[in-house]
């Protein structure tokens, strides 16, 4: 009893181990993703079903699916016909077979998750909720409900197929409740998989969970086998997988209009046949997820699932259409047809790959210097009292784009007005006020997103001169809320790199890099000043340990791969800086605040928390970068120093 009791805590730990919200899944930056019906063993015999698994050749299909830029791949490990394409010992078990009949030989699931793996491309299992449905031998081996005719078991000759319009009574296992039997066994086949490809796979995407395996979630609660304990064996090799569960077609079902299917559910199943529901388009704001779902939209690009040999749209509508639905934050999936041994149709595949050349930006071209400026202006400009000087700094410096933060009770109307002090007539911020982020440039801005889900603040994403810029604030509660906020951003900048953007993204971030370690490890007064409250935190939310600061916020943002100016040329001209070299790149505190207002005072304080990042091919266009201690009024127009970075332009043959 002890043992089942530790199993079911284990079970249940891992299943609720899953992410936060919507808003921290990685599939908001995957912009888009292709799926793959392969049912290449249909009605074959078990030598020919092994004989099309290994004409699969797997390098060259990951090759295919990169060269789109797809960010993800659901890919089909079986369905109603049994057979599956990699072994499974526990199922295997149940039905009575040896490796090679229903499953088989090759494990092409785990081959292909490590090519993709390599690519940067994530995995999602296509899985049913149920029993393979094709053979009634399949289904009394599962344990899964039997097909009915009035009530009662149809029996082995009727096909388990049969619809209730051509045969009256009858219905399909998967129009009646699973029963307990049924959940442990599909857990032990699951979680086999789950725990031999772990965090290969990134999520699983399960078919024919209808309305009725939804209204037996609650009474099969008292049971010890149940939906719950099937998840959890279904994350056990990833807690943090995402899960989808299809029930039909209609939007207010694959799209969750309505709620979701099961409590489990992280994003929709999305199943459409076109980009439009009776001439209204599909998008996140004209059908929405319920709060904590990822916005999904699943549909083939050819002639049906896994058919066709021409893509349906050309790769314009396709960018349109996909571009619509990622601006709110949604993610799409396209059905591709292939073949047994890896083959996507030339003419869908050179659809597809236009469409990730069309989503990707032009050509990035500087063609004239360019200043950027990220300033923290402390509560409003001080409330106010520090503007002119500030503005009047400003237009020493003549920023093309600037970043702002803390611009407490501005909305934007007001950042637009005061924009034109320094020459810009171009402005945005985060919110309507409150404590409020923002930029603004010499050139036209588009507002991409405004997002605070996730975010104590949040970020704001724009595109002007050419350039996506993220503006940011963290928030630093503790490690874990604020590796969320890193995650977010971190996995945003790597879509919009696959995407061939260049992106800038710069702010405040509460938060330390590694490289200033040699010198912030002799901060002593400021470690002693933090520590007090970081040990109040839980050990995870902890931001100093055994004496120093960890660097986990940066290091997770650096991931993208982005990188920071700052360090770069600071470490350029100082290859072995001293450790009053290295406090020069202290971008906090000012001698505004009481604590620190003599230079003695302010030199075991200062620490950098303020960078601008920016995409390699930005990056080697930087000429200068630093955080400006000069002149002597910005010790008082803030408590942040502002950062600058300077871009030279390309030459005719760059």
Same mark, same amino acid.
């Given at each position: 009893m002890k043992k089942q009791i530790l199993v079911a805590l284990l079970y249940g730990f891992v299943l609720w181990a899953t992410p936060a919200s919507a808003g921290e899944s990685w599939l908001k930056s995957s912009g888009f993703g292709l799926m793959f019906h392969y049912e290449c063993f249909k009605e074959r015999s078990a030598r020919d079903f092994n004989k099309a698994v290994d004409s699969f050749d797997v390098e060259k299909f990951a090759d295919a699916v990169a060269s789109t830029r797809a960010g993800h791949v659901i890919f089909t490990i079986g369905q109603h016909t049994g057979k599956f394409c990699a072994p499974n010992a526990a199922y295997e078990k149940l039905l009575g077979v040896k490796n090679g009949e229903w499953t088989s030989r090759r494990d092409l699931i785990l081959e292909i998750s490590k090519a993709l793996e390599k690519r940067d491309v994530r995995l999602i299992i296509y899985m049913t909720a149920r029993a393979p449905m094709r053979h009634y031998r399949v289904i009394a081996a599962m344990g899964d409900t039997l097909p009915t005719i009035n009530g009662k078991p149809a029996g082995p000759k009727v096909n388990?197929?049969?619809?209730?319009?051509? #045969?009256?009574?009858?219905?399909?296992?998967?129009?009646?409740?699973?029963n307990p039997v049924f959940l442990k066994n599909w857990a032990d086949v699951c979680g086999e998989w789950s725990r031999r490809y772990g965090k290969r796979v990134s999520g699983w995407w399960f078919d024919g969970y209808k309305d009725e395996m939804k209204a037996a979630y609650e009474p099969l609660q008292k049971e010890r086998h149940n939906i719950d304990t099937w998840l959890a064996a279904v994350r056990s090799g990833n807690p943090a997988a995402e899960l989808a569960f299809n029930a039909g077609a209609h939007p207010l079902i694959s799209l969750c209009t309505r709620g979701k299917l099961c409590p489990h559910q992280t994003f929709t199943s999305g199943e459409q046949r076109e980009f439009t529901f009776k001439n209204k388009p599909l998008t996140p704001k004209n059908f929405p997820a319920p709060d904590g779902v990822t916005w999904h939209l699943l549909l083939s690009v050819s002639d049906g699932w896994g058919a066709g040999t021409k893509s349906r749209f050309d790769a314009a509508t396709l960018a349109e259409r996909i571009g619509v639905i990622n601006a709110q934050d949604g993610t799409v999936t396209l059905d591709v047809p292939i073949a047994a041994n890896g083959a996507i149709p030339k003419a869908v595949l050179t659809t597809l790959q236009q469409l990730g050349q069309r989503r990707a930006a032009k050509t990035f071209k500087l063609e004239k210097l360019l200043t950027v400026l990220n300033y923290n202006v402390f509560n409003g400009f001080r409330g106010g009292r520090s503007y002119k000087p500030t503005v009047a700094w400003v237009n020493t410096v003549k920023p093309d784009i600037a970043a702002w933060q803390e611009l407490v009770g501005w909305n934007e109307a007001r950042l637009k007005k005061a924009a034109n002090d320094w020459h810009h007539p171009h402005a945005a911020t985060l919110k309507g006020g409150g404590y409020n982020i923002g930029i603004t440039s010499r050139t036209p801005i588009e507002v991409i997103a405004r997002h605070t889900k996730g975010f104590h603040h949040g970020y704001l994403h724009c595109r002007t001169a050419g350039i996506d810029v993220i503006v940011c604030h963290l928030w630093p509660a503790g490690v874990r809320q604020q590796l969320g906020e890193a995650d977010q951003l971190r996995d945003l900048v790597r879509r919009l790199a696959k995407e061939?953007?260049?992106?800038?993204?710069?702010?405040?971030?509460?938060?330390?890099?590694?490289?200033?370690?040699?010198?912030?490890?002799?901060?002593?007064? #400021? #470690?002693?000043?933090?520590?007090?409250?970081?040990?109040?935190?839980?050990?995870?939310?902890?931001?100093?340990?055994?004496?120093?600061?960890? $660097?986990?916020?940066?290091?997770?943002?650096?991931?993208?791969?982005?990188?920071?100016?700052?360090?770069?040329?600071?470490?350029?001209?100082?290859?072995?800086?001293?450790?009053?070299?290295?406090?020069? #790149?202290?971008?906090?505190?000012?001698?505004?605040?009481?604590?620190?207002?003599?230079?003695?005072?302010?030199?075991? $304080?200062?620490?950098?928390?303020?960078?601008?990042?920016?995409?390699?091919?930005?990056?080697?266009r930087c000429v200068s970068a630093k955080a400006c201690r000069e002149p002597a009024v910005l010790e008082s127009t803030s408590d942040h120093y502002p950062v600058v970075a300077i871009f030279k332009p390309m030459a005719e043959n760059q």
């Open positions: 388990p197929m049969s619809h209730p319009r051509k #045969l009256k009574g009858f219905l399909r296992s998967e129009n009646q409740a699973p061939g953007r260049q992106v800038i993204l710069m702010g405040d971030f509460n938060a330390h890099a590694a490289t200033d370690k040699p010198w912030l490890d002799k901060q002593q007064p #400021l #470690l002693d000043r933090r520590k007090v409250g970081d040990a109040k935190k839980r050990p995870k939310d902890r931001f100093i340990v055994d004496g120093k600061y960890i $660097f986990p916020i940066m290091n997770r943002i650096l991931e993208a791969p982005l990188h920071d100016l700052v360090h770069e040329k600071f470490a350029g001209a100082h290859p072995k800086p001293t450790y009053a070299e290295g406090l020069r #790149l202290g971008s906090f505190p000012t001698r505004v605040l009481g604590h620190v207002k003599t230079p003695k005072l302010q030199r075991g $304080f200062l620490e950098r928390i303020d960078f601008i990042l920016t995409t390699p091919a930005l990056a080697n």
